[in-house]
């Protein structure tokens, strides 16, 4: 058994970064597209979309996929469309 001591060491050095894990599910969301070139960038209220897909429709559907995830940043879609 831990002594009280342990354990508080133990749960000061277990940290979650929440902003870091949003981002990470972010970007999954994104590269289910296929065929797409697309990265997140984040601050603290905006969602910045750069990159590149094949058709308007993987545009939106990458935008709808960050809303999904943070409907509380507002999202910047700056994704250019490369007709195949």
């Given amino acids: ?23 990470e599910m972010m970007q999954r969301a994104v590269e289910r597209i296929p065929h797409a070139s697309v990265k997140v960038h984040m601050s ?4 910045l979309l750069t990159g590149s897909v094949n058709t308007w429709q993987d545009k939106q559907l990458a935008q709808e996929a960050i809303r999904g995830i943070s409907r509380t940043r507002t999202i910047h879609n700056e994704l250019q469309v490369h007709d195949a």
């Fill in 44 to 47: 603290r209220d905006t969602v």
């Fill in 1 to 23: 058994m831990q002594s009280d001591t342990t354990s508080k060491k133990l749960a000061r050095s277990i940290r979650i970064d929440a902003d870091h894990c949003m981002h």
